[in-house]
């Protein structure tokens, strides 16, 4: 649990020297409850405050770096249990699982459909993270096989190494030497051994246990064995599970600063129906799920698991924007019309739905008002004429289209005189005032 | 340090929600913890899923999803039996869609007719759903409530503009109300006042915050329906305690991702898989924030939530 200012004011020096910029010790503690100072801007702070204050402030859900360079991915720093509150930190990972029984053509398959995962969706690129391989035929040789194949076509994609056999373990994470891989498998009875491989290898430990308590002995012990950097995983395999363990586990780590399961979660999802697959696969993402392995990664269900997760993952106190600019819906002719709305990542994707659902080839003029909704952006002075007749005039719309008529939202009808005014020689059209009249208002005005 | 589960005791409950008559009768909500976390308390009902049809041909839906339905789908009444006794529907949801007035602006009279119908040619609970243009629904929904007397069903939507009227119809012809606001917990928080202000019992409401789809606002439903909820069950909040609508299918089957084809986006894989997964997952989304009731299209799509909600109890 984070400390409150006045707890952390007991243990600065209380000297008010102002060396650390603030101009008393109280300031000070403040902004470091805030968040806003680093206890290191004091000199005078005596180790014992340190460690008391380092472990507090430590985030509660440990930050650990899967991977290693541009396809490296951040997991953990997660505060919160709801999206509502602050925004989720760290997006989940999702891996493919490679099992060691394949052939060498269908490994290769998988390799290919991972390196070619990768889509672009409001301007992110997203792809499938990693590549889980698993040591199905607890065959040491195939294992490492299996890994020497992954490690030599996606040198680049972050690893999970699942195996309980420590020998397995031990040929294929030196394939993997400083790309910190996952290896996945520890549990009661291998624990000595899997940590001292983690140790010697930097590797992330993915520790697993049958339950909650379980669990939490295991990370301790491999905590005190020198292996910092973990990912946890309950056991849980149907939904239910993965749905409480994974709400215990965030609960206890954000809400108690229960230490033993601050770790990153791992879930894995396989299942012989890639629909419901899909499905517990959401039940992941939403339910706090770090790492999550599938079985199988078609497209469709790649975009949809993308989306959700970016879903998700927004930030819920900053609108969703996009770009400014004019969209075209449909293949608009020059004298297709030309419609005005804000650049508020819903109002576009509702009005840009009506429209395209209308069958209307259209120009839809989105303006940049920050993200606000067309009435909020009015009555804020973001929407206004003089600046719809300045973005109109600046956009170079005019070449392309063969009318000057601008169709506005039917709840600022109130602009239509005074854009006409600025806008020379255009003619102003007021549209419907919800975005679901907008089919038949097209429709109308098309026939 | 040994490990303590962290449960949590919540003061509020959500109203449990009887819809239908005899032996297919079906409830709605009742438990007194967040969405299945059977952990810490009782979850008394799985969700419900209602397949949704409607009194005009789907000729606005997507082929995807048209396709499942063709051989009925001309005919409210074989499309409901095709539901129920083909495919095992627990309720159905029928949008009175040809009462709009940019569509066949069907009269009230015709609707209730087809209400009726329908109503004798299945026994599993029925939603009864405007065409959304506020001021039409007004009358349909009055005369629907009438037409289907005593059934028990659902009728919706009630909104800020309109309720008014659709609130009497209800609570004189004993349905249950959909009372939907747009996407704002404080709205949705005033609009069940005012419905229970004109002395409708507030434990036969469900609650539309408004549905949106995955990709396509997803989140601000999803944050509302978590927020309504943690409401009504830490702050004990009783006007937030009824059990909540997702309208997933009308959304989901409008946008690009369900319907574009393959040949345009190959990189988005196999149009008719991606548009039932679009709606499986957008209802998954929405159980997980608190949705107890859904309206969906696709009977794949459906089958799979229904599977996961067993994997979820």
């Known amino acids: 649990m984070a400390l409150s200012g006045v707890e952390i004011f007991k243990l600065l020096p209380k000297t008010n020297c102002k060396k650390c910029g603030h101009p008393t010790c109280l300031a000070f503690a403040m902004k470091l409850a805030q968040r806003q100072a680093t206890l290191d801007a004091c000199p005078d702070v005596s180790d014992e405050a340190k460690r008391v204050l380092g472990e507090a402030s430590a985030p509660p859900v440990r930050p650990i770096t899967f991977g290693s360079g541009d396809k490296a991915v951040k997991m953990g720093e997660e505060t919160v249990l709801f999206r509502h509150e602050k925004k989720f930190v760290n997006p989940c990972a999702f891996a493919v699982e490679v099992k060691d029984t394949l052939s060498e053509s269908e490994i290769t398959k998988k390799i290919e459909d991972v390196l070619a995962s990768e889509i672009d969706r409001v301007g992110q690129k997203l792809r499938i993270d990693a590549i889980a391989i698993t040591n199905a035929s607890g065959d040491k040789g195939k294992f490492e096989a299996a890994a020497k194949l992954v490690s030599s076509k996606a040198p680049n994609t972050p690893v999970i190494l699942s195996t309980t056999d420590t020998a397995a373990a031990e040929a294929a994470i030196k394939l993997f030497s400083g790309k910190r891989p996952i290896l996945y498998g520890a549990n009661s009875s291998n624990a000595d051994a899997m940590a001292n491989i983690a140790k010697t290898e930097k590797a992330i430990l993915g520790v697993t246990a049958h339950g909650l308590e379980d669990l939490s002995n295991l990370t301790e012990k491999i905590k005190a064995l020198g292996v910092e950097d973990m990912v946890i995983d309950a056991g849980s395999v149907k939904a239910k599970d993965i749905l409480g363990n994974n709400t215990l586990i965030r609960r206890a780590a954000t809400k108690k600063n229960f230490k033993p399961l601050g770790y990153p979660v791992i879930n894995f999802v396989q299942r012989d129906d890639t629909l419901l697959e899909l499905l517990v696969a959401g039940i992941a993402v939403t339910k706090y799920s770090s790492v999550i392995v599938l079985s199988s990664i078609e497209k469709w269900k790649n975009l949809v698991l993308f989306t959700l997760r970016q879903n998700i993952y927004t930030d819920p106190q900053v609108p969703m924007q996009v770009e400014q600019k004019i969209y075209n819906i449909g293949e608009p002719k020059p004298e297709s019309p030309l419609m005005i709305t804000t650049n508020f990542s819903l109002t576009y994707f509702i009005v840009s739905g009506e429209v395209e659902n209308s069958k209307v080839p259209s120009r839809l003029a989105v303006m940049d008002c920050e993200g606000l909704s067309v009435l909020t952006a009015w009555a804020a002075g973001k929407f206004t004429a003089t600046k719809i007749a300045q973005f109109i005039t600046e956009s170079g719309i005019e070449k392309d289209i063969s009318h000057k008529e601008l169709i506005i939202p039917g709840y600022v009808a109130i602009l239509s005189g005074s854009i006409e005014d600025k806008l020379e020689g255009w003619k102003v059209t007021v549209g419907p005032r919800e975005a679901n009249g907008l089919p038949a208002f097209l429709k109308a005005r098309a026939a | 340090m040994a490990f303590v589960a962290s449960k949590e005791t919540y003061s509020g409950k959500v109203y449990q929600v009887n819809i239908g008559t005899g032996a297919n009768a079906a409830n709605l909500g009742g438990e007194n913890v967040l969405p299945f976390h059977s952990f ?50 627990k309720a159905i949801a029928l949008r009175l869609l040809g009462t709009h007035p940019d569509r066949e602006n069907r009269s009230p009279e015709v609707a209730a007719k087809t209400v009726k119908d329908v109503l004798s040619a299945i026994n599993v609970p029925l939603i009864i759903l405007g065409s959304n243009h506020a001021e039409k629904d007004a009358p349909v929904l009055v005369a629907a409530a009438e037409a289907a007397k005593d059934r028990n069903c659902i009728i919706g939507k009630a909104q800020e503009a309109n309720y008014k009227t659709i609130v009497a119809a209800a609570m004189a012809n004993n349905h249950k109300l959909i009372a939907m606001s747009e996407l704002d917990i404080n709205l949705s928080k005033q609009l069940n006042i005012l419905i229970t202000q004109m002395g409708f019992d507030k434990e036969r409401l469900v609650t539309d915050p408004m549905c949106s789809a995955l990709g396509y606002g997803l989140e601000y439903t999803y944050s509302v329906m978590e927020r309504i909820r943690l409401a009504a069950l830490t702050q004990n909040d009783l006007t937030m305690q009824p059990p909540m609508l997702a309208d997933v299918g009308m959304y989901v089957w409008k946008i690009k991702e369900a319907q574009a084809p393959e040949s345009e986006m190959p990189l988005w894989g196999n149009t008719e898989e991606r548009g039932i997964a679009w709606e499986a997952t957008t209802a998954t989304a929405l159980l997980v924030s608190g949705a107890e009731l859904l309206i969906m299209r696709h009977p794949r799509a459906i089958e799979a939530v229904e599977k996961l909600i067993e994997e979820l109890v």
Do not use: H, M, R
């Open chain 2, 40 to 89: 810490e308390g009782t979850v008394p009902n799985k969700p419900v899923i209602a397949y949704e049809i409607q009194d005009v041909p789907p000729t606005d839906w997507p082929e995807n999803v048209q396709k499942p339905y063709s051989s009925v789908s001309g005919d409210p009444v074989a499309w409901a039996k095709f539901c129920q006794d083909n495919l095992k529907a």
